[in-house]
């Protein structure tokens, strides 16, 4: 049987296609405005404009890319992005570009910055069985940037102090001795030491997300799972993760209630795997091992 090489498959229509975005000259700003009308008592989030978070976004990745070590790979990159793409599209109403990495670290963990930018290690795909559970982490991420978690958290760390930039955090935090540019413990806690109600929220649109995108939900509360378990066994490999994510066994009871709460026909034939997935793994498992990162 012949078997068509990674480099030159192509990806499933049906949760991959990108999506383009429909115009939001009307619908966005009017949402937009709505949206921070109802929330100006949220640590004041919408004195941040999108273009100044878009901004902030592009200088921490600049920051991001200097200190830690990134997956260059152009096929494992198409991937991760037509991937993270396929989710954006359905739940981003600002028209973000959005840009989607993958840390090359062992340890387990993800994070978002302001603006669209979105960051998986190496270490939580690797652990991930399925195409919808890296999926599910994914749209969580998605979600913190469309709640604009990130924001709200620097605002209540500053004040009304916006004029410093996410980047000149990740600068001093990955510099430390405490994160050494793990993508681990620093650099997470800098952009994703969320509470547990930005948690919730952002697992809420992460389902919400995956299932406007056609793919199975159960790829979230599944990958929690991993997780936990691996916490029993291995505490020190995914320290990261639950230094910056909240989670118990409550957070997996709660995303899989939320799911039942669809009608069974809008969960019916969604995608929770596919070949391409596993050409992805592959394809990153035969890239020189993550670097050593000294402490």
């Not at 100006?40 to 100044?52: H, I, M, P, R």
């Not at 963990?109 to 999926?135: K, T």
């Not at 979600?143 to 604009?148: C, M, N, Q, S, Y």
Request: glycine share 8%; charged share 20%.
């Amino acid at each position: 049987m012949h078997v068509t090489p990674f480099a030159m498959r192509t990806f499933p229509v049906n949760a991959f296609q990108k999506i383009h975005r429909v115009s939001t000259k009307t619908r966005g700003p009017l949402r937009a405005f709505l949206s921070c009308a109802l929330s100006a008592a949220a640590l004041g989030a919408c004195a941040v404009s999108t273009q100044k978070e878009v901004k902030m976004g592009v200088n921490s990745a600049a920051q991001i890319a200097k200190q830690l070590p990134l997956i260059t790979d152009p096929e494992v990159l198409r991937y991760i992005n037509v991937l993270g793409d396929s989710l954006a599209n359905v739940t981003d109403e600002r028209g973000l570009e959005w840009h989607f990495n993958i840390v090359d670290s062992k340890e387990v963990n993800a994070f978002a910055v302001p603006g669209g930018y979105i960051y998986v290690n190496r270490g939580l795909i690797e652990r991930a069985q399925s195409m919808s559970q890296v999926a599910g982490v994914i749209a969580h991420e998605i979600g913190h940037v469309t709640k604009r978690h990130s924001i709200k958290q620097m605002q209540k760390a500053q004040g009304t102090n916006v004029g410093m930039t996410l980047g000149c955090i990740v600068a001093r935090i990955c510099g430390s001795g405490i994160a050494n540019a793990a993508a681990g413990i620093g650099t997470g806690v800098a952009f994703a030491n969320f509470s547990r109600s930005d948690e919730a929220e952002a697992d809420d649109e992460g389902i919400r997300t995956l299932i406007k995108a056609g793919i199975d939900p159960n790829g979230l509360p599944e990958m929690f799972r991993i997780l936990l378990d691996e916490r029993k066994k291995s505490p020190g490999s995914v320290e990261a993760w639950f230094a910056t994510h909240p989670m118990e066994e409550d957070r997996i009871a709660a995303t899989l209630a939320l799911i039942k709460t669809f009608a069974p026909s809008k969960l019916e034939g969604l995608t929770r795997d596919t070949q391409n997935f596993h050409a992805f793994k592959d394809r990153l498992a035969s890239l020189p091992p993550s670097p050593s990162l000294k402490k």
